[in-house]
């Protein structure tokens, strides 16, 4: 398993995500952690938030399917990654709450469900228009002195959103989870349609150069929906609205005797910047297959034939 720069350690360059895990039996949890562990994987992605529509479940319903599939042992927890999320409020009216009391109530909420006494790494799920940088500064000061969450980061944040949380959070921001897949890739495709008029992948849609941003300050990209068409309608392998891109992704696992999952995965792990793959799945061989392709570096001609198979715009 290949590893990245990860908050001045490094970590394994895909991550097992517990998002849909509320409704497996605990065998089925275990089977899937037990594949993760075996593949090298030993990071695993949690947020407040999932499980929250399952039919008895509720706000941290699969960090709490997590502790009672798995009960580590305190050897076993010191020896994974746990990361989890916070700052989206789904029950009744859907909004972003990125306040103090949020903030210290969602981590002491999954600390609990999660049976350990601390969290690796917490995520701002989602950014808050009516956030105020200081009152996030004094909870992640207040959570890291207390022992509570080792490092901090955010998702789905643009570049200057991360700026205005750094005039007051003292941390250095280690990570920012955003969706990227074959077929959904405008942090890298407006980079490359830059300035072409008339093309939609010349549109400006994260802000302003999230990856290249990065890279300059040393935080690490998380991929989620790695495998997506787009926005949650389903993932593009065998999908008829991309035969272009299934026939590239069949020519290059055969050349590779690996799966397509596994060349999907090695298209995002490619970039110099260091991905970090999310997988969402809740099947061991699916994280089998596309752990194949965590070692595997694509050529340039690869890499570029994906991407127009995809569908993205090379000027």
């Not at 005797?257 to 298209?267: G, L, S």
């Amino acid at each position: 398993m290949k590893t990245v720069p990860f908050g001045g350690a490094t970590a394994p360059n895909i991550i097992a995500g517990m998002m849909r895990i509320a409704d497996k039996s605990d065998d089925e949890i275990r089977a899937l952690y037990d594949a993760a562990r075996e593949a090298g994987i030993d990071f695993f992605d949690h947020a407040d938030l999932y499980g929250f529509n399952h039919p008895g479940g509720g706000v941290h319903h699969c960090e709490r399917r997590f502790r009672e599939a798995l009960n580590l042992s305190g050897t076993e927890r010191s020896e994974i990654t746990l990361q989890s999320k916070c700052g989206i409020i789904a029950p009744k009216v859907f909004h972003y709450d990125n306040s103090y009391e949020h903030i210290v109530s969602s981590v002491e909420g999954s600390l609990t469900a999660l049976g350990t006494d601390y969290l690796d790494i917490l995520l701002l799920h989602r950014p808050d228009a009516l956030v105020e940088p200081a009152e996030v500064a004094r909870a992640f000061d207040d959570l890291e002195a207390a022992g509570k969450v080792r490092q901090f980061g955010v998702s789905n944040h643009t570049p200057r959103q991360i700026d205005l949380l750094k005039t007051a959070v003292r941390q250095p921001i280690i990570v920012n989870q955003v969706q990227l897949s074959l077929t959904h890739a405008p942090i890298f495709t407006q980079g490359l349609a830059s300035n072409m008029i008339g093309y939609d992948d010349s549109v400006t849609r994260d802000g302003g150069g999230v990856v290249d941003y990065s890279r300059l300050h040393g935080i690490t990209l998380q991929a989620w929906s790695p495998f997506q068409k787009g926005f949650f309608d389903g993932v593009f392998f065998d999908s008829p609205d991309h035969p272009e891109l299934n026939a590239e992704l069949d020519r290059l696992a055969a050349k590779y005797d690996v799966t397509p999952t596994a060349i999907a995965t090695a298209w995002i792990t490619r970039h110099p910047a260091g991905f970090q793959v999310v997988l969402g799945t809740t099947s061991p061989q699916r994280i089998a297959d596309a752990a194949a392709g965590s070692d595997l570096v694509l050529t340039r001609p690869e890499w570029y034939a994906l991407f127009s198979a995809a569908g993205h715009t090379l000027p």
